[in-house]
């Protein structure tokens, strides 16, 4: 099983900023060799579902975003530090959630699904 660790979230005022990190070998060119095909952020809000946020292919480095997000986020790599960022701007108190870092063997997509090893978290306030 794929470690993966996120970190980054704490209490952001609304329409400030912050920035989502999350490591695991699995980002790396050795991805290809484990067979891990995308990296994905989710969130998940007290009393609902877990949802897709953004994606990225380990391949190709496709994207892909939730539609409520696109615009104000943005899911990168960083090959040479193992890292998949997720860079969050203009932050709705509706984007408040524990933000999931998950892989993905053969999947690309928004699909919690899809994806076959997770973090545990980090949480993500956005509050006044």
């Known amino acids: 099983q794929l470690q993966i660790a996120e970190s980054g979230g704490g209490l952001v005022q609304p329409g400030g900023s912050l920035t989502l990190s999350c490591q695991s070998s699995g980002f790396t060119s050795s991805g290809f060799i484990l067979d891990y095909y995308t990296a994905g952020w989710f969130r998940q809000a007290p009393g609902k579902e877990r949802e897709g946020v953004a994606c990225?292919?380990?391949?190709?480095?496709?994207?892909r975003y939730r539609e409520s997000v696109e615009g104000r986020f943005t899911i990168a790599r960083d090959t040479a530090k193992n890292t998949v960022y997720l860079h969050m701007n203009n932050l709705k108190p509706e984007d408040t959630g524990v933000y999931y870092c998950?892989?993905?063997?053969?999947?690309?997509?928004?699909?919690?699904?899809?994806?076959?090893?997770w973090g545990v978290g980090t949480q993500v306030t956005v509050s006044a």
């Open positions: 998950a892989a993905a063997r053969r999947y690309i997509g928004l699909g919690p699904h899809g994806y076959d090893d």
């Open positions: 990225i292919s380990l391949r190709n480095e496709e994207t």
